[in-house]
Nanobody
Framework: QVQLVDSGGGLVQPGGSLRLSCVAS????????MAWYRQAPGKQRDLVAY???????IYADSVKGRCTISRDNAKNTVYLQMNSLKPEDTSVYYC???????????????WGQGTQVTVSS
């Protein structure tokens, strides 16, 4: 059984910073991709940032230059450092992983439970 636990959200003033963390645990053979998505009330869930197991990254245009995604492969952990936060960054942030539980298994999607980020003065 695989579990993703994300954390680090909270209330921050505009211009502030937060660092989100997500740990994947359980029976894991290989984690191919880790990413962060966000979903505001009444809106679809959108990609924020993505990192594969070679360190290649992709960012949404709305966060480029303000956010940095990184991962610790040995710990199956992904981080999202968010700086210069804006009110429009307010959302629930979800960790995502595409991983294999055995060498013969197909890679499957897993999601964290979400962590609330609120940017407000």
């Amino acid at each position: 059984q695989v579990q993703l636990v994300d954390s680090g959200g909270g209330l921050v003033q505009p211009g502030g910073s937060l660092r989100l963390s997500c740990v994947a645990s359980g029976s894991i053979f290989r984690v191919d991709v880790m990413a962060w998505y966000r979903q505001a009330p009444g809106k679809q869930r959108d990609l924020v940032a993505y990192i594969n197991n070679e360190g290649r990254t992709i960012y949404a245009d709305s966060v480029k230059g303000r956010c940095t995604i990184s991962r610790d492969n040995a710990k199956n952990t992904v981080y999202l450092q968010m700086n210069s936060l804006k009110p429009e960054d307010t959302s629930v942030y979800y960790c995502f992983a595409l991983l294999k539980t055995t060498s013969a298994d197909l890679a499957r999607d897993y999601w964290g439970q979400g962590t609330q980020v609120t940017v407000s003065s």
